[in-house]
C-alpha cells in the first residue's frame, strides 16, 4: 500500500518523503438528475485519480465541455507550483529565494499568482503523525486518517503477498539495510 511505501522510506530516510491527496473538484450539480442533464461527470466521480493530471496539464478529464472557472485555475496554479518546487529544490514546500531552493529566482513561473498560504506549509511525510497534505484550494489542512481508514490500511497492510503483483515494500519498514528500498532522490507519494 501507499502507507506501508510511505512510512517505510520516511522511518529509513526522514524528510525523503512528501505525500499528498488532490481532495478538490468542481461540480455545479446539486443532485443526480442536474448533473445528468448537465453531462456532469464530475459529480458522479468527485475527487479522483484524473484529477492531479488534468489539473497539471489545465484541463478536466470528461467535461463535456465544462467551464474552467477561476477556482480551477487556482487548483491547477497550485499543483504546478508543488511540481515546480519538487523538481527544481527537491521538496514540493520549499521556500524559493532561498539558498537551498532557485537563489536567484525567487518565484517559479508555476507559483506566480498565488498566496504563500496557497503553497506552505507542505511538510515532508512524518511516519508517526500519519498526516497527508491536503492538494485543494479551499483547504490546506492536513488529512488525519480515521480509526476505520487505519483499519483498513493496518488489513491490507497485513495482507499476503498478492500472486499478481509482487510487492516490493513487502518487509522494508523491518529492514535493516538501507540498500534494500531503492532509494536514489526524493519522491512525493500523491
Known amino acids: 500500500s501507499i502507507r ?11 524528510g525523503f518523503v512528501f505525500w499528498a491527496e488532490h481532495t478538490f473538484f468542481e461540480s455545479n450539480s446539486t443532485n443526480a438528475v442536474s448533473a445528468l442533464t448537465n453531462k456532469d461527470v464530475q459529480w458522479f466521480l468527485g475527487a479522483n485519480h484524473c484529477m492531479p493530471s488534468s489539473q497539471l496539464f489545465g484541463f478536466r478529464y470528461l467535461s463535456f465541455g465544462g467551464l474552467w472557472s477561476s477556482l480551477s485555475q487556482k487548483n491547477h496554479l497550485i499543483t504546478n507550483c508543488h511540481y515546480a518546487l519538487m523538481v527544481h529544490c ?6 524559493p529565494g532561498t539558498s ?3 537563489a536567484k529566482t525567487p518565484t517559479p513561473p508555476a507559483c506566480r499568482g498565488l498566496s504563500k498560504e496557497d503553497v506552505y506549509p ?3 511525510y512524518n511516519h508517526s503523525l500519519q498526516a497527508r497534505h491536503q492538494l ?3 483547504d490546506h489542512s492536513p488529512i488525519i486518517p ?3 481508514e487505519q483499519l483498513v490500511c493496518d488489513f491490507w497492510d497485513g495482507a499476503p503477498d498478492m500472486s499478481f503483483q509482487h510487492n516490493n515494500c513487502r518487509e522494508c519498514r523491518t529492514s535493516k ?5 531503492a532509494v536514489e532522490q526524493q ?3 500523491v
Do not use: I
Not at 506501508?4 to 526522514?14: E, G, I, T
Not at 539495510?177 to 528500498?181: G, L, P
Open 100 to 102: 537551498t531552493c532557485l
Open 146 to 148: 480515521s480509526l476505520s
Open 187 to 189: 519522491m512525493v507519494v
Open 177 to 181: 539495510h538501507t540498500s534494500d528500498v
Open 4 to 14: 506501508r511505501f510511505a512510512n517505510a522510506v520516511s522511518q529509513q530516510h526522514p
Open 136 to 138: 485543494n484550494p479551499h
Open 122 to 124: 507542505f511538510h515532508p
Open 90 to 95: 527537491g521538496n514540493p514546500g520549499a521556500a
